[in-house]
């Protein structure tokens, strides 16, 4: 299943895992799987999914694996190792692949007074990787795109990811370099400078537009996924204009562009009255006309609606949902129900069962 394109619907799911009854879970480190429940016991697993600009990851214990009259772990135990690949399915009587990374750090915990002798593992996304290398470099390329392709293409990194798609960004004027930065560094500047999104799912990076795929995965609604959620609008950081202003490195002429805030964030005039004529402006430089100038304006604009409204769900464990996508609620409220893009996943899995939790946003009513 590719969580980038799936579709689906609550009543699809229910047939599909079987009811949600009998959760379950394997962890497939190197080519060793340990299953839950089957000599590996591994008890619980929290996995972190984000379409934000820091890495996703999770954690697992290892129950049972601990031999009191040996005094050591089982051999089984050896297959976790630092840097082995690590690809987490989650599910109930079908299992869906959700994350693919790779173990970052074991720690072996001895509790002599109650028995509880475990493994904690941790792992995660290619992107902790990126932090590895720091670089004081000028790139040939012009382009953002073909620099972050050309990282991802190199080792560590590309040893742990199974595929890349990235949106193709405007030739810029001047030499893009890498300044004493790191290689997360570099890529996140990017994306934040393009109004772009950089994540990896399933062990494949995304560089892309924002909400690039507008399809939703699925509509929930209490009775029917929801367990739990809030919903909060702020209007704190609202602003009615933004501009952009640089320095043409060759005429000495002010470069600008400016974008207006758009949509609706209140019933009445309210919001309008509480923006008022408020504007930021910012200096960037390396601006190379008006329109570019006006693109990074609308891409800080985005980033500053992006915040204006959220919703926080707490579901039955559904492996479908996903970051970087849309997710319809309905059946709260007027002012819940809608169309939101999804940010934050998180997939917990213990003794009281499997439950995914995920914070979505809109940027207008």
Same mark, same amino acid.
């Given at each position: ?53 820091? &890495?996703? !990851?999770? @954690?697992?214990? #290892?129950? /049972?694996?601990?031999? +009191? ?5 089982? $051999?089984? *135990? %050896? ?64 382009? &953002?795109? !073909?620099? @972050?392709?050309? #990282?991802? /293409?190199?080792?560590? +990194? ?5 595929? $890349?798609? *990235? %949106? ?66 702020? !209007? ?16 000495? $002429?002010? *470069? ?67 970051? !970087? ?41």
């Amino acid at each position: 299943m590719d969580l980038m394109s799936a579709a689906t619907s609550y009543s699809a799911l229910e047939k599909k895992y079987g009811y949600f009854r009998a959760p379950s879970l394997e962890v497939k480190v190197g080519s060793t799987r340990l299953v839950r429940g089957e000599g590996a016991n591994i008890r619980s697993l929290e996995l972190e999914l984000t379409s934000g600009y820091e &890495a996703s !990851g999770c @954690v697992f214990y #290892v129950d /049972g694996a601990y031999e +009191v009259k040996n005094t050591d772990f089982k $051999k089984y *135990i %050896d297959k976790l190792q630092i840097g082995e690949k690590v690809e987490v399915e989650v599910g109930y009587v079908k299992r869906e692949s959700v994350f693919t990374g790779y173990i970052n750090q074991i720690e072996y915990q001895y509790g002599a007074d109650d028995g509880s002798y475990r493994v904690r593992v941790e792992c995660m996304d290619a992107k902790g990787l990126l932090m590895k290398t720091r670089r004081m470099e000028f790139f040939n390329k012009k382009n &953002a795109d !073909g620099i @972050v392709s050309a #990282v991802l /293409g190199e080792q560590p +990194v590309s040893s742990y990811l199974s595929g $890349k798609e *990235i %949106d193709a960004c405007k030739e810029e004027d001047t030499v893009i370099r890498s300044h004493m930065m790191t290689d997360y560094e570099l890529i996140t500047e990017q994306a934040s400078k393009q109004g772009y999104e950089f994540f990896i799912i399933q062990g494949k990076a995304y560089f892309r537009k924002k909400q690039k795929v507008t399809s939703s995965i699925m509509k929930l609604s209490p009775g029917e996924g929801i367990l739990n959620a809030r919903f909060m609008i702020s !209007g704190q950081q609202l602003v009615k204009k933004i501009e952009v202003r640089s320095i043409d490195e060759t005429s000495g $002429k002010l *470069i600008s562009g400016e974008v207006t805030i758009s949509g609706s964030f209140s019933s009445g005039s309210s919001a309008n009255k509480l923006m008022g004529t408020s504007k930021q402006v910012y200096y960037e430089p390396g601006v190379k006309d008006a329109a570019e100038a006006k693109a990074r304006a609308q891409a800080r604009m985005d980033s500053v609606q992006e915040k204006f409204g959220e919703i926080e769900c707490e579901c039955i464990g559904i492996p479908e949902l996903a970051p !970087g996508r849309f997710v319809e609620v309905d059946k709260l409220s007027a002012q819940g129900n809608g169309k939101y893009y999804i940010t934050y996943v998180r997939h917990l899995l213990n003794e009281d069962g499997y439950h995914t939790f995920f914070r979505a946003g809109v940027n207008s009513l």
